[in-house]
């Protein structure tokens, strides 16, 4: 057994150890191994597996008339762009489990009886997700849908949906018109007493009555408070599963220990599968089939995407780009590959403007836009190109390819980690074609301006960070260099190696059997090249043609065709160039790989949360690998992955979990003990059937840093309102000054400005950006917001990209909601000797805003106060298991993930609430105004004689909440999850250890 495998199943014994409390249909495929319950059904499977059901079907049904193609074709066609599409629906459905504003709220799991209000909800996320399809948004659709399916998955796991003996989904959640069930009352009881982890007959004969059901569903840990008589969610760390009734009705996973109601867990699951099928159906029937094939990037070819200067110096530019637009399209017409031809964005720019972006899926309209581009005036420096570029990520599609054709300068450098951030959020190559501008004279001197790498030294940054290349060469020779668009933006197109170097270098790339056509570019002034095949065969380049491959050379960039029969294995180039060159292999392949970075969910669920923005250097993280372009019964092995520094040299090994792949999709896993303090790209590695190596190459440049970006609201924009998105900056190095940015693609930030912050070392700061909606802004408008922070004087920095929607303001109907933070109860049996305190997190989850708050009951004071951006280490110094967590409130420091911290001190100035303190009896009190729709701390404290209180929370709209509060069961609850957690836990640790002890036996013999 290796010493890898033992630190890696000891890292997940200790894992195990410490894990949390499972609140939901476990959120993804490593949580089935953390509960040791690997048959269990996951939101992502079932994402996943019902996605590709429908697509397959859907393309069966669109290519009917024709003849000659399979479902193995049709499935190996389905493309990269599918599987990351995919793969954004099921991410956004676990980050339902582990985001800040929706893991504790029973609106978003269908917990607590909260059915009304999440049925309410589901019905939005249908209705926004029509309105962004149908308005071509679909990254900010694919986001909502995977949040739909997961509140829908949830429903028949937390529900006695199927108890009751249905057989068919609940068509009313989604579907008002059709037959509902009531919900059983605040007074009904639902349950009775369980003591046992399996639950076989603890619903009431009347929540199971086929004549007159009630429908329930099961209260959660500790708020809100659950009646006695009432269902818990239940499973070894759910609190509130000791208080009458005891036990549960979850059908999360097969494990008794999580799910007491676990023998039911597949026809929940099944139900639940159902549910989403039927949502999909659905909504290709209300888009149609090319706009829902369009929604998960079925089959699309690449995206044309040109950033063209259109000065008056650039006919010879815009000429080239015409030419190979026409090809690609014509090349497409051609091909049968595909039904669909792609999207095309023209974005142009000059000094000083730049747009507007010409976006369609019709390339003769696209071809209109092409000639209707003419060189008209400029003929000075420097241009608009950041800004166009920026426009152009912001609307083409994840993992495109850009374009940018200018010879001129940029103008506007403050947009450049803006535009990092976006090339690193979509995983988007950016090349730029540079040409000499004949037409501008030196200072004084007459002569003409020749190019240098130091005026262009922004744009060769952000093409090394992209993979994509920065090619100098002249007016003359644009055309013939232009061809490289279509070499790239042909389908099926995988990278075999990426390098940049000086001079000379050699370097070696692998040709596998699934690959046919395989061209080298090389820029820079090549000198020599010596290529020799994987049997030893020569050939020197240039030079005459030769039995190897085909040069074709162009002031700046060097094309080379490998000459078919293409020979299988390890192929040799030695360059020798002046001055720096960049070195890519493409070949044509349906195989190829998606990633990101991972780390363990510490909240309510267990699992992996995907990391957004760049690593953190010098800690442990998890890579999660996705394997695409593989038939279902096509076995291949893919044993790890190497980390590339910035010229291709090998800096670390990730060997993966599992040595199999047998259809695309499946993830493997790798756990990375430290990451680089470089940049890095990464090579995945693995062996066919046969035991030939395959290689795939991810060529954008990781950039692992010691800040971080955590994001922990996403707001719906109203047109005429102002909404807050709230964020934390964590910093992991020494105490420093940073510099954060925050730009938007459309204007609404009331203070896009920069701002200087001092963070400790180890520390955090939370801050916020209020966004104006205009009352014009076109219902369905995306809007991206990029957050972007780096250390002063230095190159340390890290980036967030939130995708927002303006959407219809409908009738808010949404009541408020409280969640409890933190408990002091500690009361004796005299109760006059002790006093218990309670802080929750009040927030409005409609768009009205928070209106007013009273102390209804209770003989002890409420204290109000707003959430500061500040993180204080001495406030809440320790929350215990029964914290639900508030949302946007309390993401955890890395330095100990077991502590949350807030300082709930009241900022000053007009919107200060300055701790304002109710009694009972008082008048509510006006907050409209403080608050502005974000949350605010509520601290009561009272007296152990008097254990019960009741906290009132209206709107704007006049919805009306109660939060009642226990102190008898706030203690009891303490003191039972922590004796039953701990034995249960043990359980899991003795369990962990047989499987390691086995794993040990087995890799011994």
């Not at 076995?635 to 990730?654: C, D, I, R, T, W």
Request: glycine share 6%; proline share 5%.
């Amino acid at each position: 057994m290796s010493s890898w495998t033992l630190t890696h199943q000891c890292a997940l014994l200790l894992f195990i150890h410490f894990m949390p409390i499972c609140q939901a249909f476990l959120p993804n495929f490593w949580s089935s191994v953390l509960t040791l319950s690997w048959d269990s059904y996951t939101h992502q499977y079932m994402t996943e597996q019902a996605i590709l059901n429908i697509t397959m079907e859907t393309l069966s049904r669109m290519i009917e008339p024709q003849h000659g193609v399979d479902n193995e074709e049709l499935y190996t066609g389905l493309g990269r762009g599918f599987w990351h599409a995919v793969g954004e629906v099921a991410s956004a459905n676990a980050d339902m489990d582990f985001s800040s504003s929706t893991f504790s709220d029973p609106v978003y799991h269908f917990d607590s009886e909260r059915v009304e209000g999440a049925t309410q909800m589901l019905r939005e996320f249908w209705g926004q997700t029509i309105l962004l399809t149908k308005a071509k948004e679909y990254q900010g659709a694919r986001h909502i849908l995977g949040q739909l399916f997961h509140s829908l998955q949830d429903f028949y796991s937390h529900s006695n949906w199927v108890e009751m003996g249905q057989q068919a989904v609940y068509l009313h959640l989604l579907h008002p018109e059709e037959p509902s069930v009531p919900v059983a009352s605040a007074d009904t009881p639902t349950c009775a007493e369980c003591y046992r982890y399996s639950c076989y007959s603890n619903l009431l004969e009347k929540m199971i009555s086929q004549t007159e059901p009630l429908l329930t569903t099961g209260y959660f840990s500790t708020y809100p408070v659950k009646p006695t008589g009432k269902c818990s969610h239940g499973g070894i760390l759910d609190s509130s599963r000791h208080q009458g009734a005891e036990g549960g009705i979850n059908k999360d996973s097969t494990s008794p220990w999580f799910s007491p109601h676990h023998y039911l867990h597949k026809e929940a699951a099944h139900l639940a599968t159902t549910a989403t099928l039927r949502v999909l159906q659905d909504l290709r029937d209300e888009v149609g089939l090319k706009s829902f094939l369009r929604l998960f990037s079925v089959q699309q070819p690449p995206a044309l995407v040109f950033v063209m200067d259109t000065t008056g110096s650039m006919f010879e530019e815009i000429t080239a780009a015409r030419f190979r637009a026409l090809s690609i399209i014509q090349a497409r017409e051609k091909s049968q590959r595909t039904s669909l031809p792609g999207t095309f964005i023209l974005v142009p720019f000059h000094d000083p403007g730049f747009g507007p972006v010409m976006e369609t899926d019709d390339p003769h309209q696209f071809m209109q836009y092409m000639e209707d581009l003419t060189a008209l005036g400029g003929g000075d420096e420097p241009e608009m190109c950041l800004s166009a570029l920026q426009l152009a990520l912001t609307h083409s599609p994840p993992l495109s390819e850009i374009f940018v054709f200018t010879d001129a300068s940029p103008k506007d450098h403050h947009l450049q980690s803006a535009v990092q951030a976006l090339i690193l959020e979509k995983q988007t190559k950016v090349n730029f074609l540079l040409t000499e501008d004949l037409s501008i004279a030196g200072r004084g001197e007459g002569m003409r301006k020749s190019l240098s790498l130091d005026r262009f030294s922004l744009y060769s940054s952000l093409s090394t960070l992209s993979g994509g290349m920065t090619i100098f060469t002249t007016k003359l020779d644009i055309c013939s260099v232009s061809a490289i668009v279509e070499d790239t933006t042909a389908s099926s197109k995988v990278t075999l190696l990426h390098t940049e170097g000086e001079s000379d270098s050699s370097n070696a790339f692998r040709v596998d059997n699934t690959v046919t056509k395989v061209m080298l570019h090389i820029t820079g002034l090549l000198t020599n090249c010596e290529l020799i095949s994987p049997s030893g065969i020569q050939q020197s380049l240039p030079g005459t043609d030769g039995p190897l491959a085909m040069l074709d050379s162009s002031k700046g960039l060097y094309r080379i065709s490998l000459l078919p029969p293409l020979e299988i294995g390890t192929w040799q180039l030695t360059v020798k160039t002046i001055g720096p060159m960049t070195f890519n292999v493409l070949g044509d392949s349906s195989l190829d790989f998606l990633y990101y970075f991972a780390s363990e969910a510490n909240k309510t669920h267990p699992g992996l949360r995907k990391m957004e923005g760049s690593p953190i250097a010098g800690v442990p993280v998890f890579l999660v690998v996705a394997v695409t372009g593989l038939l279902p019964n096509e076995e291949a092995s893919f044993s790890h992955v190497s980390l590339l520094g910035p010229n291709g040299e090998s800096l670390q090994k990730v060997l993966l979990n599992s040595s199999s792949s047998h259809w695309s999709g499946v993830e493997l896993l790798g756990y990375m003990n430290s990451v680089p303090r470089i940049p890095f790209s990464m090579c995945l590695s693995g062996k066919d059937k046969w035991g030939n190596m395959l290689e795939r190459v991810s060529t954008e440049m990781i950039q692992p840093t010691h800040v971080q970006i955590q994001v922990h609201s996403t707001p719906q924009l109203l047109p005429g309102h102002s909404s807050t998105v709230l964020f934390e900056i964590f910093n992991h190095g020494p105490n420093r000054r940073f510099s954060l940015s925050t730009k938007d693609d459309h204007g609404y930030l009331s203070h896009p400005d920069q701002e200087r912050l001092f963070i400790g070392a180890m520390g955090s700061v939370k801050r916020e950006v209020e966004l104006r909606t205009p009352y014009t802004a076109q219902i369905g408008t995306a809007i991206t917001l990029t957050l972007t922070v780096q250390a002063e004087n230095l190159t340390d920095s890290n980036y967030a990209v939130v995708h927002l929607t303006v959407v219809p303001e409908e009738p808010d109907k949404m009541p408020p909601a409280c969640s409890s933070l933190h408990v002091e109860s500690s009361c004796p049996s005299l109760c006059s000797q002790d006093s218990w305190k309670v802080s929750l997190v009040a927030k409005d989850r409609g768009h009205s805003g928070l209106a007013s708050i009273q102390l209804a009951q209770g003989e002890g004071t409420l204290i109000l106060s707003e959430v500061s951006m500040q993180t204080h280490e001495e406030h809440f110094p320790q929350l215990n298991e029964e914290t639900t967590g508030g949302v946007h409130l309390q993401p955890q420091p890395q330095k100990d993930t077991s502590e949350q911290h807030f300082e709930t001190e009241a900022e000053h100035g007009h919107y200060g609430l300055d701790r304002v303190q109710l009694l009972k009896g008082d008048r509510p009190v006006n907050i409209s105004e403080w608050t502005r729709g974000k949350p605010i701390m509520m601290h009561y404290s009272s007296g152990c004689c008097a254990n019960q209180a009741e906290i009132v929370l209206w709107d704007r709209a006049g919805n009306m909440r109660r939060c009642h509060l226990i102190a008898s069961q706030q203690r009891a609850l303490r003191k039972n999850n922590r004796a039953n957690s701990g034995q249960s836990i043990s359980w899991l640790v003795l369990m962990m250890w047989g499987y390691l002890a086995s794993s040990i036996i087995y890799d011994h013999k």
